[in-house]
């Protein structure tokens, strides 16, 4: 019987330890968010400079900055989060368009629809 208890609480405890780590590694800061989103538009943009890229980081970092307020902002409103994003979204945007060339936006864009298509 003690062996039973035992087993039991390990296995509660393991449990709780792998859904806590499993969940703190899902929050990621606006610097590590803006750095995942630039090194994706290296990635999928040809030719940016390292300019370009520095600049895009900034773009990047206060979208992720203002998307973390907004969230907070909303209190749980699904709603009014989904339209604050958007907004968001579209001044990110705006902004990096004129950072990039007219071909390289054109590749960002279609990136950004890709994305958007695989997350739904």
């Known amino acids: 019987m003690k062996i039973l208890k035992s087993l039991v609480l390990l296995a509660g405890l393991a449990f709780i330890t792998m859904n806590a780590s499993a969940q703190s590694k899902s929050i990621m800061t606006p610097e590590q968010i803006s750095q995942k989103e630039t090194d994706k538009v290296k990635k999928n943009v040809t030719g940016v400079t390292s300019d370009q890229g ?6 990047e ?3 992720a900055k203002a998307c973390n307020e907004a969230k907070a902002a909303s209190n749980g409103d699904k709603a009014a989060f989904k339209s604050k994003k958007k907004q968001l979204c579209a001044r990110r945007d705006e902004k990096i368009k004129t950072i990039l060339s007219t071909d390289q936006y054109a590749q960002y864009t279609k990136m950004e629809e890709t994305h958007k298509k695989n997350s739904k």
């Open 54 to 59: 520095s600049k895009i980081l900034v773009v």
């Open 61 to 63: 970092y206060d979208h």
